[in-house]
């Protein structure tokens, strides 16, 4: 089976700087995937790697090392919108996508 | 319709009925998948189809069955309502299933066994 881990909660004030982790063990890998989920929403797409490094996009950024599994989600100047879970997504060698439990993001003014 | 649709929005069953969960897409995606989220648990895969003629099992495909007789329809089917089917479940599709597609999700169906 697939073993995918991101903390439960975090919290961040408003304007600061916050960074999701990820850590993954699958059998084979063919990219990793950051989703946004508002509560009581549908999972949308934030982000994709599938080769080592960084990948920013506005204010969010992904970064991957294959190597040591790992993978983490930047979000700076953090806004009440951001309010939200982050889902971290890891597609297989067999190209289906296993899902973490998701982390729980609050910014408090 | 734009994107994908989910019906019914929200379903209280009795356990031992049977039901359908109907999903729609109009981006004419070859891939299609059902989800079911629970807390603590994440999303997990029931049943997938990467084109039509075609489905297969995900991770937790037990009590559920699919079929995907055109590129836009994918119904999910509990044959026998169970409590333990509670949850929200997802309809997402992709272009392809091809390793960098991401995946677009419908709204969501929230259903109860009681």
């Known amino acids: 089976g697939q073993n995918i881990d991101q903390p439960t909660e975090m919290t961040a004030t408003e304007g600061a700087i916050v960074q999701i982790n990820c850590t993954y063990q699958t059998s084979g890998f063919n990219g990793l995937f950051w989703y946004q989920q508002h509560a009581g929403e549908a999972p949308t797409f934030l982000s994709y790697?599938?080769?080592?490094g960084l990948e920013e996009k506005g204010r969010f950024s992904s970064f991957l090392s294959r190597s040591k599994g790992y993978s983490y989600l930047l979000l700076k100047e953090l806004q009440m919108k951001d309010s939200a879970s982050y889902l971290c997504a890891v597609r297989d060698g067999d190209y289906k996508l296993s899902f973490g439990a998701g982390t729980t993001v609050t910014v408090r003014a | 319709i734009a994107g994908i649709t989910q019906a019914p929005t929200s379903q209280i069953l009795a356990a031992g009925r049977r039901m359908t969960l109907r999903c729609t897409q109009d981006?004419?995606?070859?891939?299609m998948y059902w989800y079911r989220q629970d807390l603590g648990l994440g999303l997990r895969l029931i049943h997938y189809s990467n084109t039509a003629g075609t489905t297969g099992k995900g991770e937790v495909p037990d009590g559920y069955s699919v079929s995907r007789a055109n590129t836009d329809d994918f119904p999910l089917t509990l044959a026998s309502a169970v409590p333990s089917q509670t949850s929200v479940y997802f309809c997402?599709?992709?272009?392809?299933?091809?390793?960098?597609?991401?995946?677009?999700f419908g709204p969501g169906t929230r259903l109860t066994v009681l």
């Open positions: 997402a599709s992709s272009s392809s299933g091809g390793a960098g597609d991401e995946q677009f």
């Open positions: 790697n599938v080769l080592d």
């Open positions: 981006m004419r995606h070859n891939a």
